[in-house]
C-alpha cells in the first residue's frame, strides 16, 4: 500500500471546515483533517480495495472522471505517510524502508512499480519520478529485490507545458532501469558488481572526512 501511496496518494491535513461555531456542538472549528488519498484508473479498482483492505484500513471510495479515489481516515497512518515526503517532487523514502526483510522490500517496489512503472518485453522494468531523492531510494530497494544492476537516467523537460488546456510547468524525471541483461553487471556475495563506464581525472585538492568502522571501510555513493 505504501508503494501505491508513493505513486498515486497523498495527505489531505488541513484545517477543517466547519458551518458551527466553535464551542457549539458538532463544531469542526480548530480542527484538521487527517486523510489520506490513494488514487487508481477504473481497471484497478477491486485490486487497489483488496490492498487497502488487507492492510487493515476501510477507505471511502469516489469516482471521478478518469480514476477512483480511495479516501482513508486515519490519524496514525497519515502521520506514518508524512515521513514519505509531500507532492509528488517531494516524495522520498524514509529510513525504515532500507532496514525492511525481503518480502516487504518486494511488496513496496511492487507496489511502486504498478503506479508509475511498466516491466517490457525483454524483462527491464522502469519507474519515472520528479523527485531525485525517491529515484535514488527506489533503484536502492530495487537491488535489494531483484539483485540485477540499476541505473538512474535524468531527462529535461520543457519549462513550460499545456496540459488538457492548462499551461504547467515541468520538472526534470528521473528514470530508474532494472536491467534483466547481466552484460551491464551482476549479483555476487551479496552486492551488485557494474562495469565502469569511464574513468575521469581533475586535477583538484579536496578535504576529504572519512568515519572509519572496525572490519569495514565501505563507502556509499547516492545513499
Known sequence: M??????????????RKST???????????????????????KAKSELEEIIRDAGYHATISEDRTVFKFIIC???LCSFLKGFGRYAIGKKLSGQCFNLEYQRKKALYEGYLSTDGYTGKSGVMQTTTISAELAIGIAQIARDVLHRPVSISKKSCNRICVIEGRQVNEHPIYCVTVSPNEKYGYYKDGFIWCLVKNIERKNERRTVFNIGVETDETYTANG
Open 74 to 76: 486515519n490519524q496514525d
Open 20 to 42: 458551527r461555531s466553535e464551542g457549539h456542538s458538532g463544531s469542526r472549528m480548530n480542527s484538521f483533517n487527517h486523510k489520506v488519498v490513494i488514487c487508481c484508473g477504473k
Open 2 to 15: 505504501v508503494g501505491r501511496f508513493l505513486g498515486d496518494g497523498w495527505i489531505l491535513d488541513g484545517k
